[in-house]
């Protein structure tokens, strides 16, 4: 849930620690990672509020999500488990998917909202644009509507300019046009 909520990668929110949150000031902040971009401070959503605030009460140890033998090491790969959850899917004729794939989702959702890329970028912690391009994947959907969206803001141009040369008219171009 984090990684859908946050944007985070898998290994982002295994490395978790207590001091890496502030409940107080719904932060997070990500120390760890390839580039300065990678480590960040991220604004929590309410459901990432109640997930963390429901980890720090039951550790025990540093790490949030600690390894199952030592609670001050943290779990550095949840593959296996995922691995059996997928095979249970497959049996169930549902379809694959990969840890990754809820980073691309919540990616996809922040841009279809109305996210500037750069805004976004910055959450996902890229230090190019390039990268946020290989996540954000909008729906055919979101695309007809985006079309529609640039139809109607054209139609509007359309009536203002044909009004502001036909004032004394009192016509407008949405009669002319219907």
């Not at 790969?77 to 990969?98: N, P, Q, T, W």
């Not at 691309?104 to 996210?115: C, D, E, K, P, Q």
Request: aromatic residues 6%; neutral net charge; hydrophobic residues 40%.
């Amino acid at each position: 849930m984090l990684m859908l909520e946050q944007g985070m990668g898998p290994e982002e929110v295994c490395r978790l620690r207590v001091e890496d949150v502030d409940l107080e000031n719904a932060q997070l902040f990500i120390p760890h990672g390839k580039t300065k971009a990678a480590r960040r401070r991220l604004t929590l959503t309410e459901a990432s509020v109640e997930i963390l605030k429901a980890r720090v009460a039951v550790g025990q140890g540093q790490y949030l999500f600690p390894h199952r033998n030592d609670p001050n090491r943290p779990t550095l790969k949840v593959d296996d488990a995922h691995d059996r959850v997928i095979e249970s899917l497959e049996k169930e004729g549902i379809a694959l998917f990969r840890h990754y794939d809820f980073r691309h989702t919540f990616a996809s959702l922040t841009a279809i909202a109305g996210m500037d890329l750069v805004t976004l970028a910055a959450i996902l912690g890229h230090s190019r644009i390039e990268m946020v391009l290989r996540y954000a994947k909008p729906s055919f959907d979101h695309q007809a509507e985006q079309v529609k969206r640039v139809e109607r803001f054209n139609e509007g141009k359309q009536i203002a300019e044909y009004e502001k040369r036909h004032p004394s008219t009192g016509e407008s171009l949405q009669v002319s046009l219907q």
